[in-house]
């Protein structure tokens, strides 16, 4: 497995890891014409404005195919914090390293960046995934009631600090 940053070639790629695992990880969230409407085109045209306007992201190919991707930049609602937008593993990767490796990535450019504290929003009824950010060092710290695709959700703030 390989970790880089990601171009504008990876668009497709990360629009196809994007659709696939909100499909697997929020099943029991979100109802099924959510999901299942879930379009991998609509998703590269996003990741094609990201990337283009210089979003910072990297994927984790396996055999190259992009298996993960993490999103991160500056806080959307805080001065001086940075935030992980988006890190998503592609179902058959769950459990494999991916995931750290790209958490890993997203360290790194928070320190690069001279960001003393992160964030993050996770789905509240999402164990795996808090699971894992309490691995990497990321701590619960409230949540909020937000509407996505239609569908009131909670989420929890984790935050990383020194």
């Known amino acids: 497995m390989t970790v880089r940053r990601a171009e504008l070639a990876d668009a497709r790629g990360i629009a196809q890891a994007h659709v696939r695992t909100w499909q697997a990880a929020y ?5 099924a014409e959510v999901l299942d409407g879930q379009s991998v085109e609509e998703r590269e045209r996003l990741w094609l404005d990201h990337l283009e306007r210089g979003r910072v992201a990297w994927v984790a190919l396996a055999e190259e195919t992009i298996v993960g991707f993490v999103s991160v930049g500056p806080s959307r609602t805080e001065e001086e914090t940075g935030e992980v937008y988006a890190i998503y593993v592609v179902p058959e990767a769950w459990g494999t390293g991916v995931g750290h490796e790209l958490m890993a990535a997203a360290k790194d450019w928070f320190a690069q ?20 950010y309490e691995r990497e060092g990321w701590r619960p710290e409230g949540t909020r009631l937000d509407t996505v695709r239609g569908v009131e959700i909670e989420e929890a703030l984790y935050r990383l600090a020194p």
């Not at 099943?27 to 109802?31: G, I, K, L, Q, S």
């Not at 993050?120 to 999402?126: G, I």
Request: net charge positive.
């Open 27 to 31: 099943r029991h969230a979100f109802p």
């Open 113 to 132: 960046e001279g960001y003393a504290t992160a964030m993050l929003w996770v789905l509240a009824d999402n164990p795996r995934a808090r699971r894992f």
